[in-house]
């Protein structure tokens, strides 16, 4: 690997990381209740604007440039960015989802699918554009919901763990699922910034994310998921099907395991912590183990990336 690849590889993954943990300890309280409702409330805009400060930041060194109007599925992180840290702070301002804001917020994804997918639009028919650009809202929506309820519900590792294994697993969709590496690199950004926080988070066992703090990671997630899949035309259409039926998955284990093991008043516990994560990173071997199909059958294809 070239030397200026493995700076930017240790770049995106070591300071991130760092950056969460403090985060973590800085932001949030060692004392906080844990029957306080709405624990992280006050600072929901916190963790949203440090994710989009990291990859404001990072963005120009990984990519070359500052990108705001992106050509290519790498460049749609930091946009997402921005559209994420935009609805964070508008959930922060607004009370707890409703019906309207349901239809307004899957409204809004299906808006974000269609800058996405401009290039392409010209060319696909009525119905591939609706197939295309529902599958993206219906599965960032769903994904969202799964989250808000097997991310936020839970209290200290087992909330920032199911966003950290949700972002490694959109990673792993990227490359070596679509061939996409650069996407890949912006996406494990995220990662290893909730890798970060999650470790910090053990020291904050009454921390409770607030719903807003989820809705940047997903975003920027799936939008880059959904770039890599519309650019990666080699990969077979069940392939990318599986894959992005799998990051849904991970938050709906998480939540599914929550009501067979409920969490004790007294706040979680280790074993039940790593278990719940153990449960809900089934999905990611799966994607790991369909990625690497993929790519073996790249590699005998002779096809290069």
């Known amino acids: 690997m070239p030397n200026d690849m493995l700076l930017k590889l240790i770049a995106g993954a070591i300071p991130p990381a760092i950056v969460g943990f403090l985060a973590i300890l800085l932001f949030v ?14 600072i929901a805009w916190a963790l949203p604007l440090v994710l989009f400060a990291v990859f404001a930041l990072l963005q120009p060194w990984i990519a070359g440039k500052f990108i705001l109007l992106p050509r290519s599925a790498s460049e749609w992180a930091l946009p997402a960015a921005v559209f994420g840290l935009v609805f964070a702070l508008i959930n ?15 409204a809004l ?3 974000i699918g269609t800058l996405i997918a401009r290039t392409f639009l010209a060319r696909w028919t009525p119905l591939e554009a609706a197939t295309w650009l529902g599958s993206f809202a219906v599965l960032t929506f769903v994904s969202g919901r799964l989250l808000a309820r097997a991310a936020t519900a839970q209290r200290g590792v087992d909330g ?3 966003l950290a294994l949700f972002t490694m697993a959109s990673a792993a969709v990227c490359v070596p699922g679509l ?28 921390l409770r994310l607030h719903h807003a703090s989820a809705g940047l990671p997903l975003l920027v997630a799936m939008s880059v998921v959904f770039a890599a899949s519309l650019t990666s035309g080699d990969v077979p259409l069940w392939v990318k099907g599986v894959l992005g039926v799998m990051l849904p998955a991970i938050p709906g284990l998480a939540a599914a395991f929550d009501r067979v093991w409920p969490a004790s ?31 073996m059958q790249v590699q005998e294809s002779g096809y290069e990336y």
């Open 265 to 295: 008043a007294e706040g979680p516990k280790l074993k039940r912590s790593i278990a719940r994560l153990v449960v809900a990173s089934v999905p990611l071997l799966i994607i790991g183990g369909l990625g690497a199909w993929q790519a």
């Open 109 to 111: 994804l299906v808006g």
């Open 29 to 42: 309280p060692r004392g906080r209740s844990t029957g306080d409702a709405r624990p992280t409330r006050h």
């Open 160 to 162: 920032i763990g199911v």
């Open 179 to 206: 061939n996409s590496l650069p996407s890949a690199q912006f996406i494990g950004i995220l990662a290893w910034l909730l890798t970060g926080a999650a470790a910090a988070s053990l020291l904050r066992p009454s």
């Open 92 to 106: 922060v301002a607004l009370p707890a989802p409703g019906t309207l804001r349901h239809g307004l917020r899957l």
